[in-house]
């Protein structure tokens, strides 16, 4: 028998390393700029709608003292404002807000061979606004923001139920409010990039960057 290596006797580092494909569905011409990233935005959105939670992004902050983190939320709304998600102000990423208010999105549409790049300061909601998301949130979802006091420590899941039991009780035929830390942010992009993968790692990268009220654009090398 040879030595070649197959999938099953390969150590975790060899099959990282060999894991590749090659991109080819689609590519991204400037003709395809649109004014605005949010209309390019919205129009790559549609085409997603198909995958598994195509709102799914990854959020980046950074800590005061420039430890970065980041986690996947979801995009609850999308304005010429910019990006809004909603999540308990006391957790990790609340913390890294309130001293550092800018923060980097990342939408992974990976089987459409594309990524969205977003980066910019960010700001907090309104209550007004809060409440009227919250308001449209399934009941459990309500009731879970209150039993969890997120990126907290617990002792167990068994903590977290009886929580959950807990605020089942405390609005026990009545409707769910706000709870005092839960809270939402809207992202002002300052640059936005659409990276459509193509063949030979030759990929498209086509970047807004705003310029006052306007919106520059230009090409990257991938």
Same mark, same amino acid.
């Given at each position: 028998?040879?030595?070649?290596? =197959? +999938?099953?006797?390969?150590?975790?580092? !060899?099959?990282?390393?060999? &894991?590749?494909?090659?991109?080819?569905?689609?590519?991204?011409?400037?003709?395809?700029?649109?004014?605005? /990233?949010?209309?390019?935005?919205?129009?790559?959105?549609?085409?997603?709608?198909?995958?598994?939670?195509?709102? &799914?992004?990854?959020?980046?902050?950074?800590?005061?003292? #420039? %430890?970065?983190?980041?986690?996947? @939320?979801?995009?609850?709304?999308?304005?010429?404002?910019?990006?809004?998600?909603? =999540?308990? %102000? #006391?957790?990790?990423? #609340? %913390?890294?807000? $309130?001293?550092?208010?800018?923060? $980097?999105?990342?939408?992974?549409?990976?089987? +459409?061979?594309?990524?969205?790049?977003?980066?910019? /300061?960010?700001?907090?909601?309104?209550? =007004?606004?809060?409440? &009227?998301?919250? &308001?449209?949130?399934?009941?459990?979802? %309500?009731?879970? $923001?209150?039993?969890?006091?997120?990126?907290?420590?617990?002792?167990?899941?068994?903590?977290?139920?009886?929580?959950?039991? !807990?605020?089942?009780?405390?609005?026990?035929?009545? !409707? @769910?409010?706000? /709870? /005092?830390?839960?809270?939402?942010?809207?992202?002002?992009?300052?640059? @936005?990039?659409?990276?459509?993968?193509?063949?030979?790692?030759?990929?498209?990268?086509? @970047?807004?960057?705003?310029?006052?009220?306007?919106?520059?654009?230009?090409?990257?090398?991938?």
């Amino acid at each position: 028998m040879g030595s070649r290596l =197959t +999938l099953a006797n390969m150590s975790i580092t !060899e099959a990282i390393a060999a &894991a590749r494909r090659d991109y080819t569905q689609a590519g991204l011409s400037e003709e395809d700029l649109t004014a605005s /990233p949010f209309e390019l935005f919205q129009r790559w959105y549609d085409e997603a709608a198909t995958l598994i939670e195509p709102n &799914a992004m990854v959020l980046a902050t950074t800590s005061a003292d #420039g %430890q970065p983190s980041a986690r996947m @939320v979801l995009l609850k709304g999308l304005s010429a404002d910019g990006f809004v998600f909603f =999540t308990n %102000q #006391g957790s990790r990423k #609340g %913390q890294d807000l $309130a001293t550092n208010p800018r923060a $980097a999105l990342l939408f992974p549409w990976h089987p +459409l061979e594309r990524q969205v790049r977003i980066e910019g /300061p960010v700001e907090a909601l309104s209550e =007004t606004e809060v409440a &009227a998301y919250f &308001a449209t949130r399934p009941r459990g979802a %309500q009731l879970g $923001a209150w039993a969890s006091h997120q990126s907290r420590p617990v002792s167990g899941r068994a903590e977290l139920e009886t929580a959950f039991t !807990e605020a089942e009780d405390m609005f026990l035929d009545a !409707e @769910v409010t706000v /709870p /005092p830390e839960w809270g939402g942010y809207r992202v002002r992009p300052e640059m @936005v990039e659409f990276w459509q993968g193509r063949t030979s790692r030759m990929h498209d990268r086509l @970047v807004y960057e705003r310029d006052g009220d306007a919106w520059r654009t230009q090409r990257l090398a991938p």
